[in-house]
């Protein structure tokens, strides 16, 4: 069976997720974690182990980037093979192509420093969460992006109120467009509003498309067709 980005990086298999976590043991690593998800064939991969090249391949890319532009910097990075159609790795792109680009926008900021520290965070944040925590990876990556370029802490007054403005601002309007789930779609909204967040609070004026076009949906079995405004039907 072909493996397909959103299958079983094991068998190929569809994945399934349950209601309630359970005990399941990585494939790749043999460790033990708690997990609502596996393919039909029980087969589980950790997060750290489905995402590791891709995560390698987002922190190159943005450490040798110099577009201000974090939506063209996350379709390119899309297009590597080693990002999946929908994964974890989502949780680090977004906030990686946020600080690069802010970096590049004029922004002082010690980029190796923050894309190992958003490589970190991210890695940190559990694939599922859009659904099973109420919180999307792709809004959450962007406040962590914040945070970082911010020094924000749970101790400090305005950048903590950024970090924490961005990531609102971004899970209401992926709420807005609905499920299920996406990554490129939650990403892209992410980014857009970032940069206007970004723009409006800060000052820091990044480069955005004129249409935002997915190139992936052939890919994702729940795509919601011509609800999502990325859409191709949907540009002018």
């Not at 992926?174 to 723009?199: D, E």
Request: glycine residues 10%.
């Amino acid at each position: 069976m072909a493996r397909t980005q959103e299958a079983c990086l094991v068998c190929g298999q569809p994945l399934e997720y349950f209601e309630t976590e359970r005990e399941m043991v990585c494939a790749f690593c043999k460790k033990t974690f708690p997990s609502r998800a596996s393919c039909r064939e029980g087969h589980y991969i950790c997060d750290t182990c489905h995402a590791q090249q891709g995560v390698a391949a987002i922190l190159d890319y943005c450490q040798g980037s110099t577009s201000q532009n974090p939506i063209t910097m996350a379709q390119e990075m899309m297009d590597n093979p080693l990002i999946y159609m929908h994964g974890p790795e989502h949780h680090i792109l977004v906030g990686a192509a946020l600080l690069a680009a802010c970096r590049n926008a004029g922004m002082e900021l010690d980029l190796d420093a923050a894309l190992n520290e958003m490589k970190a965070r991210g890695g940190a944040y559990p694939g599922g969460s859009c659904g099973f925590w109420g919180a999307c990876g792709a809004a959450v990556s962007a406040g962590m992006a914040l945070s970082i370029a911010t020094g924000a802490t749970p101790l400090t007054g305005q950048s903590w109120a950024w970090a924490n403005g961005v990531t609102a601002a971004c899970l209401q309007e992926i709420s807005a467009l609905g499920g299920p789930r996406c990554c490129k779609r939650n990403s892209f909204t992410a980014l857009r509003t970032a940069a206007g967040f970004l723009r409006e609070h800060l000052g820091v004026e990044l480069e955005l498309p004129e249409q935002t076009v997915c190139r992936w949906l052939a890919e994702n079995k729940e795509c919601i067709g011509g609800a999502c405004p990325y859409n191709p039907a949907n540009q002018r």
